[in-house]
């Protein structure tokens, strides 16, 4: 009688495991059948290796967000409030960049703190070397003067910058 007890508990056991083995494969089986976010994007951000600034999604100046501000047409009857931009504007070189952060929640806090102090920044993304950087860009200044005097001044904040300039 006891073998017949410890012979049906091991085929419990055995039932049991098969039935964990099977029910582990066909969540592995559905995990792999997910497809997994942001790996288009991140193979074509590896495949960009310039070292020219983006700006973030949503962004002014951001390509996505200029075609739809492009494709957009003003209500009939109301004529368009915004200047034309002309070419003729001499190009400004000068920008100020007040951190670059692996995060780019810290930079858009810092964007906000100076925004708070009346300072206009914009947030841009790099990739260099396979890393993304999101840089607290200040500018630009039309002179190397103008650039130094905000310096100076988020220097008061406690805030250390770097001149850069850009052709």
Do not use: C
Not at 9 to 19: D, H, R, S
Not at 61 to 90: F, R, Y
Not at 96 to 111: M, V, Y
Request: zero cysteines; glycine letters at 8%; a neutral charge.
């Amino acid at each position: 009688m006891r073998n017949k007890e410890q012979g049906g508990m091991l085929i419990g056991i055995f039932i049991g495991l098969v039935f964990g083995v099977a029910i582990a494969a066909a969540v592995i089986w559905y995990v792999n059948k997910i497809p997994i976010p942001f790996v288009e994007r991140e193979s074509a951000a590896r495949a960009s290796t310039s070292d020219v600034p983006m700006n973030l999604p949503g962004k002014p100046g951001d390509a996505a967000s200029d075609a739809a501000n492009k494709t957009a047409a003003p209500p009939a009857g109301v004529a368009n409030a915004l200047p034309e931009v002309t070419s003729a504007a001499p190009e400004k070189r000068h920008y100020l960049q007040a951190g670059s952060f692996s995060n780019p929640i810290e930079a858009d806090n810092l964007r906000a703190t100076l925004a708070m102090q009346g300072i206009e920044a914009n947030v841009r993304q790099v990739i260099l070397q396979n890393k993304t950087y999101y840089r607290l860009m200040l500018g630009p200044y039309e002179k190397k003067a103008d650039a130094d005097q905000s310096s100076a001044r988020l220097a008061l904040l406690g805030i250390e910058t770097l001149l850069v300039n850009q052709e």
